[in-house]
Nanobody, 125 residues
């Protein structure tokens, strides 16, 4: 089992920045990828980005590319989502997720078995 705890959400004005953290514990040696997703009210959970645990390779959804950056602190088993140039449409609950399976694209919620509790990000206009 892998446990994930997110932190860092809050209220920010449009154009501002926030950094979310996701601390992993438990069987972290089994993690192959960690992803970030978000879910706005009345909408489906959508992919934001992911990082491969061994290579630190990242990829992002088109809507956040160039504004959001995923990084990792290996020693602390923590992944960060740095969000810059925030827009009101970025308002959502943000979730981190982890999985050990390699033969997945990592862009669907079903690609991840472990989830954090979510943290609210609200961007005011």
């Amino acid at each position: 089992q892998v446990q994930l705890v997110e932190s860092g959400g809050g209220l920010v004005q449009a154009g501002g920045s926030l950094r979310l953290s996701c601390a992993a514990s438990g069987r972290t040696f089994s993690i192959y990828r960690m992803g970030w997703f978000r879910q706005a009210p009345g909408k489906e959970r959508e992919f934001v980005g992911q990082i491969l645990w061994s290579s630190n390779s990242t990829d992002y959804a088109g809507s956040v590319k160039g504004r959001f950056t995923i990084s990792r602190d290996n020693a602390k088993n923590t992944v960060f989502l740095q969000m810059n140039s925030l827009k009101p449409e970025d308002t959502a609950v943000y979730y981190c997720a982890a999985d050990s399976r390699t033969l997945r694209a990592g862009v669907m919620p079903s690609d991840y078995r472990y989830w954090g509790q979510g943290t609210q990000v609200t961007v005011s206009s």
